[in-house]
């Protein structure tokens, strides 16, 4: 095994890790519907270290760890495994081998904020839960914005930082 599979494998298992701790112990849920915490981080800097298969590889195999060390008493619903492996996809599409700007990482958030957290887990919630589609969508459209405003320049200076601190290279 190269030397370049055996970083990104040990990687891949920290920001597993990283992903499980921040989902599944520090994220507050929203009404039983949105949950919204600093996971975003660990996705993102997954897609840009791992590249979108990779990423959403990680993505999935967290959300799956994740229900069997704390499932908060809920059932593992493979949908939401679905819209992890999307969430790293998306931030491996925008992020991974591209210069870091403050720009791509709103314009990142944004992209998983709409397509994945809006529109495809507000399906989820309806079809699987019988939560009225509309109602679910009000709530998410207050959250997701803000966590947009938020995590997007965070998002930045993480990833500015870990440029900088020269462990790990991004261009730009």
């Known amino acids: 095994m190269k030397s370049s599979e055996v970083r990104r494998i040990a990687y891949?298992?920290?920001l597993m890790a990283l992903d499980i701790i921040l989902t599944r112990f520090l994220s507050p849920l929203f009404?039983?519907?949105?949950r919204v915490g600093f996971q975003v981080l660990a996705n993102a800097v997954s897609g840009a270290l791992l590249g979108p298969v990779w990423a959403a590889i990680t993505c999935a195999a967290a959300d799956v760890a994740g229900m069997f060390i704390n499932s908060a008493g809920k059932a593992y619903i493979p949908?939401?495994?679905l819209s992890a492996a999307l969430r790293g996809f998306w931030y491996g599409a925008v992020l991974y081998k591209k210069p870091v700007?403050?720009?791509?990482?709103?314009?990142?958030?944004?992209i998983v904020a709409v397509t994945v957290e809006i529109l495809l887990n507000t399906?989820?919630?309806t079809v699987l839960f019988n939560f009225p589609w509309l109602e679910v969508?009000?709530?998410?459209?207050?959250?997701?914005?803000v966590s947009v405003a938020v995590f997007g320049p965070l998002l930045y200076?993480?990833?500015?930082?870990?440029?900088?601190?020269?462990?790990?290279?991004?261009?730009g």
């Open 12 to 14: 891949a298992a920290l």
């Open 31 to 34: 009404f039983e519907v949105d």
């Open 157 to 171: 200076v993480l990833l500015r930082a870990l440029r900088r601190s020269g462990v790990i290279s991004f261009p």
């Open 101 to 110: 700007s403050p720009a791509r990482c709103l314009i990142a958030v944004g």
């Open 79 to 81: 949908h939401l495994t």
């Open 137 to 145: 969508l009000k709530i998410k459209m207050i959250t997701r914005p």
């Open 123 to 125: 399906t989820w919630m």
